[in-house]
C-alpha cells in the first residue's frame, strides 16, 4: 500500500510523526512525506523534523505564506502533479491548517482516499479559518480518526457515516508520551534568571487576537500586569512579532520576556514546569490537559472541549479582567486539577495504522 503523509505547518508536525513511526512498523507499506512549506522558518519548520526525527520530506512544495485563497490554492496547485505522480492508495491529512483543506480538494477531485487524523473537532465558529478547515475536510475524508467521544458526536449529527468514523486517541499525545522523558530542564530558565521559580508560559497566534492591534495591545498590558505577580515567558510566533512591531512596546516590563519561537523539546521542557499556560493554541490546550497545568485559553470557543470537561482548560474569552482574576486565583493554590482523556495515551498512531492496514 503507498500512503502519502501531508503536512504544511507546526502543529501537523507533531502530528504525522507518531503514525509515520506506526505504519513504517508494518509489513506492505511505502510511505511518501509530502511538506507543503506553509511554514518554513528554521524554527517554525525545520527543528520539529529534527527533534521529532521525522525524515526529510520527500517533496517540499514550497508554498510560503501568502492570504488564504492564494496559499490554499498554491498547495492545491503544486500537490497534484506529486499525487498524480505517486498514485497512492491513501492520502494523510492532519489537523485544520490550510495545507489540510488544500490536499483533501486536491485527493478528492482526484478519487484518491483521504485518512484525516484529528477529524471532528468543532468550535461552531466559522470566523475561524481552522474551523472551515476542519468543516470542509471531514466532508471529503473517506477515514475519520477522532480524537475523543465528542469528535464522533459531531460527525455523526454532521451525516457522516458511523462506519467511517474511527476513535483512535490523541496522536499529539503519542508525540508528547515518546518524548517526554527527553525534555530535560529548560536552559532558558537560567537564561531569564527564572531558574526554580514559579513563571507562566504564553503563545498567542490566533488572528482574532493578535490581527488588531487594539486586542493585542489588551492582552499585552494584561501580561504586563501579570508579570509584576509570576515571571512570564512568551515566545512570539512570528504572525504576533509582526503585528507588535506596530505596537508600542517601550513599558513592557521587564519580567514579561519576549523569545523567539522554540523548539518542540524545550517548549515541553518549559510547559511541564510552568505554574500555568495562558494560550490560544489548540494543541497547547491538549498537552497542559495532559500535562496536568492550569490552562488558561484567551478565546471565547474551544474546538477542544473535553480539556475543559475533563482536564484543566479554563477558557477566559478576551475578558482580561477574567484572565487576571483566574491567575490570581491559582497562585493562591487554587487551581483546576484534571484527568487525561480516555486513549490520550501514547498509542493513538498505532490504532490508525490498525484500521488502515485492518
Ligand atoms: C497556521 C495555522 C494555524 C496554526 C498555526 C500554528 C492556518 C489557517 N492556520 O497559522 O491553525 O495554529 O499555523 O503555528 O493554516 N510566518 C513566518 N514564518 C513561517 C510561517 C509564517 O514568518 O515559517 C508568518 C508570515 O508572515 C505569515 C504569518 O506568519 O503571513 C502567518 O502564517 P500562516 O501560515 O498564514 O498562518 P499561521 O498564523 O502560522
Request: include cysteine; hydrophobic fraction near 40%.
Amino acid at each position: 500500500m503507498q500512503i502519502v503523509h501531508v503536512v504544511g505547518a507546526r502543529p501537523n508536525f507533531m502530528k504525522v510523526a507518531p503514525v509515520r513511526a506506526a505504519l513504517a512498523g508494518r509489513e506492505g507499506c511505502r510511505q511518501i512525506l509530502v511538506h507543503t512549506g506553509q511554514h518554513y522558518d528554521a524554527f517554525m519548520s525545520d527543528v520539529f523534523f529534527q527533534q521529532l526525527e521525522i525524515p526529510e520530506p520527500d517533496y517540499n512544495l514550497g508554498v510560503g505564506s501568502a492570504s488564504h485563497a492564494q496559499q490554499t490554492a498554491e498547495i492545491m496547485q503544486r500537490l497534484e502533479p506529486v499525487v498524480l505522480d505517486t498514485k497512492p492508495d491513501l492520502v494523510l491529512v492532519y489537523g485544520d491548517v490550510n495545507s489540510t483543506v488544500a490536499a483533501a480538494l486536491v485527493c478528492s477531485k482526484l478519487l484518491v482516499r483521504i485518512g484525516h487524523v484529528e477529524a471532528g473537532l468543532r468550535s461552531f465558529d466559522r470566523t475561524m479559518p481552522e474551523e472551515i478547515n476542519r468543516v470542509l475536510t471531514d466532508r471529503l475524508a473517506d477515514y475519520l480518526f477522532t480524537p475523543s467521544k465528542d469528535g464522533n458526536d459531531n460527525l455523526l449529527h454532521e451525516g457522516v457515516g458511523e462506519e467511517k468514523i474511527h476513535l483512535v486517541g490523541n496522536v499529539m499525545i503519542d508525540t508528547l508520551v515518546r518524548l517526554l522523558p527527553r525534555a530535560g530542564d529548560p536552559g532558558l530558565l537560567e537564561q531569564l534568571r527564572l531558574a526554580g521559580k514559579p513563571y507562566s508560559l504564553v503563545t498567542l497566534h490566533r488572528p482574532s487576537n493578535v490581527d488588531d492591534s487594539e486586542e493585542l495591545g489588551k492582552i499585552l498590558a494584561a501580561l504586563n500586569e501579570i508579570s509584576g505577580k509570576i515571571g512570564v515567558i512568551f515566545p512570539v510566533h512570528p504572525r504576533t512579532r509582526q503585528m507588535m512591531r506596530d505596537l508600542h512596546l517601550d513599558k513592557i516590563s521587564p519580567t514579561l520576556h519576549l523569545v523567539e519561537p522554540i523548539g518542540y523539546l524545550e517548549f515541553l521542557a518549559l510547559q511541564r514546569k510552568a505554574t500555568l499556560v495562558i494560550t490560544d493554541s489548540g494543541g497547547i490546550q491538549e498537552e497542559s490537559t495532559f500535562l496536568g497545568v492550569p490552562c488558561l485559553t484567551v478565546r471565547e470557543n474551544t474546538e477542544r472541549p473535553i480539556t475543559v470537561d475533563v482536564g484543566t482548560n479554563i477558557l477566559v474569552g478576551r475578558d482580561m479582567g477574567r484572565l487576571k482574576a483566574e491567575v490570581t486565583r491559582i497562585l493562591s493554590g487554587k487551581a483546576r486539577t484534571g484527568t487525561i482523556p480516555p486513549l490520550w495515551d501514547g498509542k493513538a498512531g498505532e490504532r490508525i495504522a490498525d484500521v488502515i492496514l485492518g
